[in-house]
């Protein structure tokens, strides 16, 4: 379910701009997953970043801003390819397959080449958008998302550690965000006294229709299991009345079943097995009233999911009914326009547990206790990327829940990294109640500016949404890193003003947080102990109740928290990132990744190649007139001292100087002079850099630099501009 599904979201604080992110490396986790002690998922693959790769496209992001490409990336960062540029992978492990994450114009197919050390191979990597672009205008605050999609390859040769794979674009642009590699195992073999589905009639071509096979294969394996040997397989209508039976595949990356509904079943006796294979559908849309799911209603107690490769459907599992002890683990579920999973109500002993889950449309995971309360169940070492709409893991209501040892990045929109809350969608609904343990998470730049509110979202959101909070929540041992806007929010998003009640936070880690540590805008009480936080943008604690005048939130210290004191104190205001208190990194770039403007550009040296990170790219003004200005907007008031601006560091271009005058403005409109025109060198034998020392009286927003002349080239010319507090 969608965390902000209606318009009541009254919150009253202005917009703000989004925090610069910090590039992403590898995800990666090797321990066994019966000793991981690190969050997230035991992965097969082996994540590289676009944007660490080599490549001779263009970089995009990072951005936080709903409805762009970056926003949506993993990193929020990603690489753009036209015809004939590529993006070259160093393989970090030995692999023989790999699947690429990416995002191409709306409405358009194509194909990359892959080369492995420099030689072409055979086969190229389809890329579509036919999967893509969704649009939710039934959902309050959505815009049209979900701007990405994955497609997978067996190279066909075996790569090593070292060795370099690129993908390069055959003519339709590609925007490539993330390669996974994997070492994928030789297909299985059938299992002794197995019920072949070829042998019912499938067809593994995947020309006919294999529906009647699967059927009669359930059928005749009762008590026992159905075989799906290697092969692509195509089922047209859904599977029902399965229980008592195991469905076995050779391997996710052997046997397909292409379907938008493979089972759609209210009740089952249960027992029921479902390992490695594929399950591969065709929806490119959300409509709510379609089943378009993997399972979709009930698998019966003492069931499970495993090995699974779950793909381009609406939901991956949607599950009602009986599901006691249910396990779903081992297992991927990628692009789905709304949830990954959901035990939507009456779920009781139900492990989800180290799964991988990316680009979902809605909540990646979630409880949502509907008609009847989840249970003693819980999510455990999943990873989680890119959920573009909601959250990465939500608990709606239900008694005695987990949520442990979870890795979740990159949400947008309308969501936490992990919410924990009373919005009950429907009823009859059971509020929160017992002990939720939200216990050893970690939330890489987690949180968003939820559009219905007008106000962010933090990464660990506790919400009174529709009742009070009377459950025992503890939250133990969270990492928090690169929150665009706070880590801990309390709301009762409604706008009811109900409490949140009973929440102990002890043992975190919070890093480079964009505003406050602790955003709370609800009656009611939490304490903290060992809480330590580092570079927090605004303040340690907003404090501001929602609706005004509902009564107070009390922050008891429980002793051992550091770096967050003060609060801010203007609750007409929410602090913009950065804003407040002086930033604690004097060596913080301020301009990267912020929005930039100019006068003019040339071709494609857009304003935003000179605050991109990326001193290889560059801003180039239009040619031949003068004077030319580029505009960076640093998000809030700052008292920046020193400016470093670069060109290209390259033999190719040539020493010049260019004639520029900084001027400073804290509103926008009205500008003054910082630092009156100057001729500044740029060569490359010192590295085409030069440095603005500025007086320690400017304090500004948004830097110009206007360019009157250019010794080298007839524009005004940045391939940089870095901003800094430090002198």
């Not at 006294?193 to 009669?216: E, H, I, L």
């Amino acid at each position: 379910m969608h965390s902000s599904s209606t318009a009541r979201h009254l919150l009253r604080m202005s917009a703000i701009g989004a925090a610069v992110a910090l590039a992403a490396g590898m995800l990666v986790t090797l321990a066994p997953a019966a000793a991981h002690a690190a969050p997230g998922a035991t992965l097969p693959f082996t994540s590289v970043e676009a944007e660490s790769a080599t490549t001779n496209g263009t970089k995009i992001g990072p951005d936080y801003t709903q409805g762009t490409l970056a926003s949506e990336a993993s990193g929020r960062q990603a690489v753009r390819i036209s015809s004939g540029q590529r993006v070259e992978f160093t393989v970090p492990r030995a692999a023989n397959a790999v699947n690429v994450a990416y995002s191409v114009p709306d409405g358009q197919s194509g194909s990359l080449n892959v080369y492995v050390n420099g030689t072409k191979i055979s086969k190229t990597l389809p890329v579509t958008s036919k999967y893509s672009y969704v649009d939710t205008g039934w959902i309050a605050g959505a815009k049209t998302h979900h701007f990405f999609d994955n497609a997978r390859l067996l190279l066909g040769q075996n790569v090593q550690a070292g060795d370099k794979v690129a993908v390069e674009s055959t003519g339709t642009q590609v925007t490539v965000d993330v390669a996974d590699f994997e070492q994928v195992a030789a297909a299985a073999s059938q299992p002794a006294g197995s019920v072949s589905v070829v042998s019912k009639g499938a067809d593994p071509s995947g020309n006919g229709d294999s529906t009647q096979a699967f059927r009669d294969a359930i059928s005749a394996a009762q008590g026992g299991t159905v075989w799906i040997p290697p092969g692509d397989y195509r089922i047209t209508s859904s599977l029902s009345g399965v229980q008592n039976v195991t469905l076995q595949g050779a391997g996710s990356w052997y046997s397909v079943v292409h379907t938008s509904r493979f089972i759609d079943q209210t009740s089952s006796s249960g027992n029921v097995h479902i390992k490695d294979f594929a399950v591969i559908g065709e929806v490119t849309e959300r409509v709510d009233s379609n089943p378009d799911n993997f399972v979709n209603g009930s698998l019966g107690p003492n069931s499970s999911v495993s090995g699974m490769w779950i793909q381009h459907l609406k939901v991956g599992l949607w599950l009602t009914g009986n599901n006691d002890n249910l396990v779903v683990e081992n297992s991927r579920i990628l692009d789905t326009t709304a949830d990954g999973l959901n035990l939507n109500g009456n779920a009781r002993g139900v492990r989800v547990r180290n799964n991988f889950l990316r680009n979902q449309g809605d909540d990646s995971l979630a409880m949502w206790s509907l008609y009847a309360a989840d249970t003693n169940s819980s999510f455990e070492n999943n990873t989680i990327s890119q959920p573009n709409l909601a959250n990465g893991i939500a608990v709606y209501g239900g008694t005695d829940i987990s949520v442990k040892n979870n890795l979740v990045s990159d949400t947008n929109a309308l969501g936490s990294g992990i919410a924990i809350s009373n919005q009950k969608f429907l009823d009859p609904f059971s509020p929160l109640s017992g002990t939720i343990t939200v216990d050893g998470n970690t939330l890489v730049r987690a949180g968003a500016l939820n559009p219905n509110w007008n106000h962010p979202m933090g990464a660990l959101r506790v919400d009174s949404y529709d009742s009070a909070i009377n459950a025992t929540v503890n939250i133990t041992n969270t990492t928090i890193t690169d929150s665009p806007y706070s880590a801990f929010e309390f709301v009762s998003g409604g706008g009811q003003g109900y409490p949140v009640r009973n929440v102990n936070v002890t043992g975190a880690t919070v890093k480079n947080t964009g505003t406050v540590v602790v955003q709370a805008e609800a009656q009611g009480a939490a304490t903290f102990k060992n809480v330590t936080a580092t570079q927090v943008g605004a303040a340690g604690v907003y404090n501001c109740p929602y609706p005004a005048n509902s009564g107070s939130f009390t922050l008891t210290d429980g002793g051992g928290n550091s770096g967050w004191a003060g609060t801010w104190a203007d609750c007409s205001s929410w602090p913009q990132p950065g804003q407040g208190n002086p930033d604690p990194d004097p060596n913080r770039n301020l301009a990267k990744g912020r929005p930039a403007s100019a006068t003019g550009s040339q071709d494609v040296y857009t304003p935003g190649k000179a605050v991109d990170g990326d001193a290889s790219s560059y801003w180039e003004s239009a040619n031949n007139t003068f004077p030319q200005s580029l505009t960076v907007d640093l998000g809030s008031s700052y008292a920046v001292r020193r400016l470093v601006l670069k060109l290209p560091p390259s033999p190719a271009w040539g020493a010049r100087t260019q004639t520029v005058t900084v001027l400073g403005s804290t509103d926008g409109s009205t500008y003054s002079t910082v630092v009156g025109s100057q001729g500044y060198r740029f060569d490359p034998a010192t590295g085409n850099t030069a440095t603005v020392s500025l007086p320690s009286t400017t304090n500004l927003r948004y830097l110009r630099l206007t360019v009157t002349a250019n010794t080298g080239w007839p524009a005004g010319q940045f391939s940089e501009v870095e901003a800094y507090l430090g002198s």
